[in-house]
């Protein structure tokens, strides 16, 4: 049996963490100022530590992605003054940290134990609108702190609040802001091969794509669900197939292939509708345990690949995008994608 708490999507704050990593030293929101604590919580074991200067829009990015809130009903949220804890999917905790002001008198700088763990990221956010060379400054202190803890640690850069901006623009802002994080990384003696940067904005389906490639690779067993998604790829002669939490839209794991962003927004556009659907039928489901109301569903499209769609558990679906030749072989499909299912979730399990 599968519980929305197992793989649930749309997470709020201050959820218990699951798996307990050291001892941090900070507090979460239901604690009291850092320096006057006199207890400590520890972090989540797999965890995301979301961080950035002020204003830059990472509370507004957790709110989109993980609570499920309206773009435009987050721009009047106050800052974040403690650190708070929002729960995700496979036992993931996404930390929300107040905005650095002055990274050396930061409670990252005085305790870098935060950083510290096999199954932790960072996701520093860049306000591409507003002080970049601020911003820069401080993510170089985060990244000196956080290697000097984790020297593998994984630092993911997201220039938020692309929206508005020509795309050469875009293309020429994340050019620049690259370029002078990792010259500067390369005079410090800083390793550079765990650092991504990506374009986001939430007002469309960038920073769920984004989100995804930040939390991928903390799902527990994603080698082994990346071999079996490429195994049923291939032996489906399917083009893509993305292992989804549908609430979020944020897909765990996918297959080998190359995945263009013009698919991955295509395939949230069908969630929402498949959504809608779902709850417009669910008062005519037939009673009984099974709560998956949805098993198959086979969509045909003119000038673009079809579209199969298997349910793996209730939050999780199978997104497949393939020829139409290939999607109206509804008897190989829905045998490969039972056993594909069967498999993810005992490794879920």
């Known amino acids: 049996a599968y519980s ?8 709020g704050g201050g959820g218990a963490s699951i798996g307990m990593y050291g001892d941090t030293g900070l507090t979460t929101e239901a604690g009291s100022d850092v320096d006057a604590a006199l207890h400590k919580v ?11 200067l002020p204003r830059s829009g990472k509370t507004s990015i957790i709110k989109v992605v993980l609570e499920d809130e309206m773009a435009y009903d987050t ?9 708070t804890e929002h729960q995700m999917l496979a036992g993931i905790t996404v930390y929300d940290f107040p905005g650095i002001d002055d990274y050396s008198e930061s409670p990252y700088y005085i305790d870098p134990e935060v950083y510290v763990g096999e199954h932790t990221v960072v996701a520093y956010v860049i306000d591409s609108q507003s002080d970049i060379q601020s911003s820069i400054t401080t993510l170089l202190s985060v990244i000196r702190q956080a290697q000097a803890a984790n020297y593998d640690i994984t630092i993911n850069v997201l220039i938020n609040k692309i929206d508005g901006l020509s795309d050469e623009l875009k293309q020429d802002i994340q050019h620049d802001i690259q370029q002078r994080v990792l010259k500067n990384m390369s005079y410090d003696g800083l390793n550079p091969n765990h650092i991504n940067f990506a374009l986001t ?3 469309n389906e960038s920073i769920r794509e984004a989100f995804s490639r930040v939390i991928q690779y903390l799902v527990p067993q994603h080698s082994s669900l990346e071999a079996i998604l490429n195994s049923f790829c291939s032996k489906s002669s399917l083009e893509k197939v993305f292992l989804f939490d549908i609430h979020t839209k944020i897909y765990i794991a996918t297959d080998l292939s190359p995945a263009s962003s013009q698919r991955y927004h295509f395939a949230c556009k069908t969630i929402d509708v498949l959504e809608d659907m779902t709850n417009l039928c ?9 709560d998956r109301l949805l098993q198959r569903i086979n ?8 579209v199969f769609i298997f349910q793996v558990t209730p939050n999780l679906i199978l997104f497949c995008s393939g020829s139409p030749q290939v999607i109206r072989q509804t008897s190989l499909l829905d045998f490969n994608a039972s056993k594909v299912a069967k498999a993810i979730r005992q490794i879920l399990q």
């Open 4 to 11: 929305d708490g197992a793989y649930g999507g749309g997470g």
């Open 42 to 52: 520890p972090l989540a074991e797999r965890r995301v530590l979301f961080m950035g």
């Open 75 to 83: 721009l009047a949220l106050l800052p974040t003054q403690q650190r």
């Open 201 to 203: 904005t939430i007002y």
């Open 282 to 290: 669910a008062q005519y489901a037939p009673d009984g345990d099974d």
């Open 299 to 306: 969509v045909t499209l003119e000038g673009f690949d079809s």
